[in-house]
């Protein structure tokens, strides 16, 4: 077992924790925090995204303990209240999910792409989306939410 | 996944130490690819050593005639370094090809270089460009390092700690990304230096290599006609379900062509 300090949406947490769990399986049962998505396990579909000290990250590949000490955000961690990060309701507005479950790793990459680059391209942002799965929109729909985020 | 102890250093000694000691240990660096073979259960360590809190393993420094990077660095770090966009192009664009934006946030050029996967970007670019890798006890030419598929010439107490890349008059890497893993089914890499031109090949063999006698005629005559006469020797070329050896060896003339013709 292992001791981490982590900072999760603002909140600090000190847990007792086992050395190899990883960092998705450490919020979604440890933390209770469900948002965050395991769709494939292997790196490819980027339902876990993440932020660690600001950048999106993968939470399925990653160790709760190599986080140990850091900061970070999940989907739950975007909106205040009932108000929605502008995100969440561009792809609200756009009808860019269907069942929902590959949306809050979308979004948190999104969110990220829009830190790093305020005015991204049609094309930069198909970029981005490169580890992410969707089966159901077609993707256009979620292209058409990121660009209402920017305008 | 089975269980391991997990230990945290803060220096590089302290990880030789661990390394040292353990039984069956594995140092972790971004974890983009030790986590997934752990997942399988391909590797079963009983001590998983993070280097990841080593802050003297972290920047990029230009030399005047070559560039070091630190084995810590992210692939996103290199693809954005200022240091390596504007010296060695190619280098800054092979890193930013790698996987995907989440990939290269974690994923480091020491984790790459020491995990040697035939299909990985970073070999192409340690070869044509003449680096030299340093460890924690060592240092080792770019040529010698490629032992086999996954296997390097460093020993297991060692740690990567720097590589040391030569600043090419030109340069570019060319890759054709397998659709599914975004790994290189085929990728060049061609450096062009005073003294020389180096063409280095990945995703087609157990391990990357040189073209040296593609390299000789491309110092003769550099020019795409030099390639519409070459013949790609496939004999140690990969078949998979992926591509036949036929297929990588296309993919590499054609890669080859279109490097050349934007490097004229
Ligand atoms: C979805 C996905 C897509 C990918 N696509 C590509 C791609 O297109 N091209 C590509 O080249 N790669 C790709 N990768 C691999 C990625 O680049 C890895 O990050 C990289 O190969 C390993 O770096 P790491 O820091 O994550 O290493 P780790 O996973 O931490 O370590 C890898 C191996 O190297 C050893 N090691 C790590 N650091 C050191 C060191 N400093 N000294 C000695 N030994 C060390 C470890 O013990 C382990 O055996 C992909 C990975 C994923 C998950
Ligand atoms: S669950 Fe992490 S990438 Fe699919
Ligand atoms: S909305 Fe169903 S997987 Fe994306």
Not at chain 2, 95 to 112: F, M, N
Not at chain 2, 155 to 172: L, R
Request: aromatic share 6%; charged share 20%.
């Amino acid at each position: 077992m292992a001791k981490i300090d982590i900072k999760i949406n603002g909140k600090g947490y000190s847990e007792t924790i086992d050395d190899n769990i990883l960092l998705v399986d450490f919020l979604r049962e440890k933390i209770g925090l469900t948002g965050t998505h395991v769709g494939c396990d292997t790196s490819q579909c980027g339902a876990c995204v993440v932020h660690v000290d600001g950048d999106s990250v993968k939470s399925c590949t990653t160790l709760a303990m190599q986080v140990n000490g850091k900061d970070i955000t999940t989907i739950e961690g975007l909106s205040e209240g009932d108000n929605l990060h502008p995100i969440q309701k561009a792809f609200q507005n756009n009808h860019a999910l269907q069942c929902g479950f590959c949306t809050p790793g979308l979004v948190m990459s999104a969110v990220d792409l829009l830190q790093k680059n305020k005015n991204p391209s049609e094309d930069e942002i198909r970029e981005w989306f490169e580890g992410h799965i969707c089966r159901c929109t077609g993707y256009k729909n979620i292209i058409k939410a990121v660009q209402e985020a920017i305008a | 996944m089975y269980n391991f102890k997990f230990h945290k250093v803060d220096n590089i000694q302290d990880a030789v130490a661990i390394l040292s000691t353990s039984e069956d240990p594995k140092i972790l660096s971004g974890g983009h690819t030790l986590i997934p073979t752990l997942k399988q259960r391909l590797s079963q360590p009983t001590d998983v050593i993070d280097i990841s809190n080593i802050d003297d393993l972290k920047s990029i420094k230009n030399n005047g005639n070559k560039i070091t990077i630190d084995a810590l660095c992210t692939h996103s770090q290199v693809a954005k370094s200022i240091d390596v966009t504007t010296e060695i192009v190619g280098l800054a664009s092979m890193a930013s090809q790698i996987g995907d934006p989440q990939v290269r946030h974690r994923g480091t050029i020491g984790g790459s270089i020491a995990n040697a996967d035939p299909a990985a970007d970073y070999p192409a670019a340690v070869l044509a460009l003449d680096a030299q890798i340093n460890t924690s006890s060592n240092s080792y030419n770019s040529d010698d390092f490629f032992v086999d598929m996954f296997e390097t010439a460093i020993n297991s107490d060692e740690i990567i700690t720097s590589i040391d890349f030569k600043i090419p008059k030109k340069s570019i890497y060319k890759k054709f990304r397998n659709p599914a893993s975004g790994y290189a089914m085929a990728g060049v890499f061609v450096a062009i230096f005073d003294n020389g031109i180096r063409v280095a090949i990945t995703g087609a063999s157990i391990k990357a290599f040189r073209l040296h006698d593609l390299e000789k005629k491309l110092e003769n005559n550099f020019s795409v006609d030099v390639l519409k006469e070459f013949n790609v020797d496939t004999t140690n070329y990969n078949s998979d379900i992926h591509a036949s050896a036929k297929y990588r060896g296309n993919l590499v003339k054609v890669l080859l062509e279109e490097a050349v013709a934007e490097l004229v």
